[in-house]
């Protein structure tokens, strides 16, 4: 029985003590999926930290020298590959993979995006007035596509050499020797000199015969930056009251206005607003000012987040997987995809329904109605599986939660939604049609989770108007507290 059970998280594969990662202040990461979890740059700009305040100019130093090269002449494919384009750091699983621990990397259109950025409108980045710094969000607050994730890629590489340090050490001190191994790793620190990057050699954790990144804490938060473009639009309307240029102030006013259709809606704003910022670029500096002087809240509030997360992945997580792999004949595989996949939902189903597992998907007594955090539930239940799991598969008609298979002719595609899901109706309508003419299967299942009574009325009501009710590939979890024999303990 005992060897059934997944060593879900570092600790349990490294055999040490959660008291010892917690000393250190390293985040206990998940061997087995991504956790959502990234590195904001603004708690390195923000800590008391000299150390990371260090790293935080860092990334500037390096911005700068990207705005030099951008303002000074075109660069050619292969620098701007060189200089713009990094893998994904894997090795520290974290980002949005619920699958292992493979991402995407920054590719070709962050490149360019950031590139065009400091040529046309921050040629005068590194040399701001209004903020106390140079901030790498600012250069991802206009383009769309260039979010959390490539920030947190983007910095996770440029500060990659501490990362590896701060590892090297845990593992010389507390790791058995066994278990870990010397690896050279390209891209480590950047050359100014030789206008290059360069490796260097590390001692590390060694896990499936690649090298394993700890992180700090305090860098890590959840769901969005500090500074990060929903929040830049959303605040829009207060930022011309912190400009002290009444000539400034009144110009911005009159554009926005200018751009603004008659009986405006919300969406109209946000598109004002982004014109507005566009002709105005000097708007984000007031908005970043702000965010300075509110720093303390960010740490604050990323605080929370990582406890929070602590909570659900490293503790109630754990605990719903060794729930998982307690049945000997759970690992048993099916003949074909999709009846693996049901297996393993039904599975899950069971677990949370007469098992107490739904309790993992509540914190303080409410649920956790999130997604992802199904999906990640929903990879647990794959340990030890021979079949392909993928997870956010895109094949140019947007993304798939799942797909298993075994071999190109075996393929069945899974969604795993929320009842309050607004989008809910019109996905099970027309969605996953879409996918399966896209991944060339018509295997799928629909997985719902719903946590109340009325919940669940709303879905049934749903696929009574699709005709869904009796469809055997639609799947229901009921994860409500209240009709639980240990109700009270949740």
Known sequence: MENNQPKILFSDYFGISKKALEDYGAFDISLVADLPLFIDPFLLFNSKKSEYQQLHEGIITYLRFLRDKSTSQPINKGLLSAWYRFKEVEQNWFGFSVEGNKGSALGNDFARALNENFARIFNDYGQEKVTRSSHLEKLCL????????????????????????????????????????????????????????????????????????LTPKDMLTK???????????????????????????????????????????????????????????????????????????????????????????????????????????????????????????????SVIENNDGYRYFYVNGEPIRREEDLKIAYRLTWYGSTFDFNTEVNNGRGPVDVKVSKGSADKSLVELKLATNTQLERNLQNQVGVYEKANDTDKNIKVIIYFTLKELKRVQDILKRLGLTDAENIVLIDARKDNKPSASKA
Request: glycine share 4%; charged share 30%; aromatic share 14%.
């Open 142 to 213: 206009i383009k769309d596509g260039v979010g959390k994730d490539n920030i947190s890629d983007f910095t996770t590489n440029l500060i990659k050499d501490y990362l590896l340090q701060y590892t090297q050490v845990f593992a010389q001190k507390h790791l058995d020797p066994k278990l870990c191994r010397n690896f050279r790793v390209p891209r480590a620190r950047f050359n100014y000199d030789t206008q290059s990057w360069e490796e260097d050699g590390y001692y590390l954790p060694s896990f499936q015969g690649d090298f394993v990144i």
């Open 223 to 349: 769901d969005e930056t500090w500074i990060n473009k929903d929040d830049l639009v959303d605040e829009f309307a207060s930022i011309p009251y912190a400009i002290s240029n009444e000539e400034l102030r009144a110009k911005v006013n009159n554009y926005f206005q200018s751009v603004l259709p008659e009986e405006p809606k919300r969406k109209d704003e946000k598109e004002a607003a982004i014109k507005t910022i566009l002709e105005f670029p000097e708007l984000i500096d007031y908005y970043i000012k702000r965010k300075e002087d509110n720093g303390d809240r960010a740490t604050s509030i990323s605080e929370q987040k990582v406890a929070f997360s602590e909570t659900v992945y490293t503790e109630q997580f754990k605990a719903l997987a060794l729930l998982l792999g307690e049945k000997t004949d759970f690992y048993k595989t099916s003949p074909d995809s999709y009846q693996e996949a049901m297996q393993r939902v039904q599975y899950l189903k």
